[in-house]
């Protein structure tokens, strides 16, 4: 089993930045990747960005490109979310995720963190 949670949540203006955190605990060694998802009102939940854990290859959604930065430290066993030119169209509640293989589906992760509020505001 590997636990995940998640900070750095919170309220702020458009143009500004943000950065998630996630610590993980326990099986660690199994995981191969995590990612970042979030989850508007009334909307699916959607693919961010994902991080290799060896190696650090990133991958992000065409609609956080050049903006967000995924990032991992191995010895603090914990992922990054770093959020720049944030937009209102990026209120939600975001999750880190933990896989054993790389992958942009929710259904391809196997562990969730409980999720943190990002609200933009115009």
């Known amino acids: 089993q590997v636990q995940l949670v998640e900070s750095g949540g919170g309220l702020v203006q458009a143009g500004g930045s943000l950065r998630l955190s996630c610590a993980a605990s326990?099986?660690?060694?199994?995981?191969?990747?995590m990612g970042w998802f979030r989850q508007a009102p009334g909307k699916e939940r959607e693919f961010v960005a994902a991080v290799r854990w060896t190696g650090g290859i990133t991958y992000y959604a065409d609609s956080v490109k050049g903006r967000f930065t995924v990032s991992r430290d191995n010895a603090k066993n914990t992922v990054y979310l770093q959020m720049n030119s944030l937009k209102p169209e990026d209120t939600a509640v975001y999750y880190c995720?933990?896989?054993?293989?790389?992958?942009?589906?929710?259904?391809?992760?196997?562990?969730w963190g409980q999720g943190t509020q990002v609200t933009v505001s115009s």
């Open positions: 995720a933990a896989t054993l293989r790389i992958g942009t589906r929710t259904d391809e992760y196997l562990y």
């Open positions: 326990g099986r660690t060694f199994s995981i191969y990747a």
